[in-house]
């Protein structure tokens, strides 16, 4: 398939709208309620010439927060597996959740490269609280605004450097 980015991260956190970007479609289903985009969907990117494909994880529906966990886990350890780069969103408005700290303990044992991307910084200020994902062990936490495209361009060229 070439080279693949996955973009992993605990539910509402901004993956689809960040896919949707990316791969500018409109495919992945945003929704204002958690966990709406079915499985795995697949979408084609190009940044500089390089083309790539990208992978938005994480649309179950769930009843319990037990079945969620172990969902979340399985798309993880499934995008450590097939991509070449993963995209661990997590969510400035909200900080370092308990999924999040999960999430991060599965990608610190990853060889494949991850980048923090802290999505919904929509504003300077915000910027200041992207230094508590720090503590998830994993680099740099990325500032980006899926909604708005700010420091999308950014990321890019970081993703496709890693190729
Ligand atoms: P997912 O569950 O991780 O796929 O999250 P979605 O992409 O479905 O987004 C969940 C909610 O967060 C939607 O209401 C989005 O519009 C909103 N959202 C996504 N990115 C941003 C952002 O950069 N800033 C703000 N303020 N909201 C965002
Ligand atoms: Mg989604």
Do not use: H
């Amino acid at each position: 398939m070439g080279n693949l980015v996955a973009i992993v991260g605990r539910p509402n956190v901004g993956k689809s709208t960040l896919f949707n970007r990316l791969t500018k479609t409109r495919q992945a289903i945003v929704n204002e309620q958690a966990g709406t985009t079915r499985d795995r969907q697949y979408g084609k990117s190009e940044w500089l010439g390089k083309e790539f494909s990208v992978v938005d994880t994480g649309g179950w529906v769930v009843n319990s927060e037990d079945i969620f966990e172990e969902e979340i886990r399985k798309q993880v350890v499934l995008a450590i597996d097939e991509a070449d780069v993963v995209l661990f969103v997590v969510d400035v408005t909200n900080g370092v959740t308990d999924l999040d700290m999960q999430v991060a303990s599965i990608l610190r044992r990853a060889k494949t490269p991850v980048i923090v991307v802290a999505n919904k910084t929509d504003n300077n200020d915000l910027q200041y609280n992207a230094a508590e994902f720090y503590s998830l062990g994993l680099g740099d936490p990325y500032c980006i605004s899926a909604l708005s495209g700010s420091g999308t361009g950014d990321l890019l060229d970081l993703i496709v450097s890693k190729f």
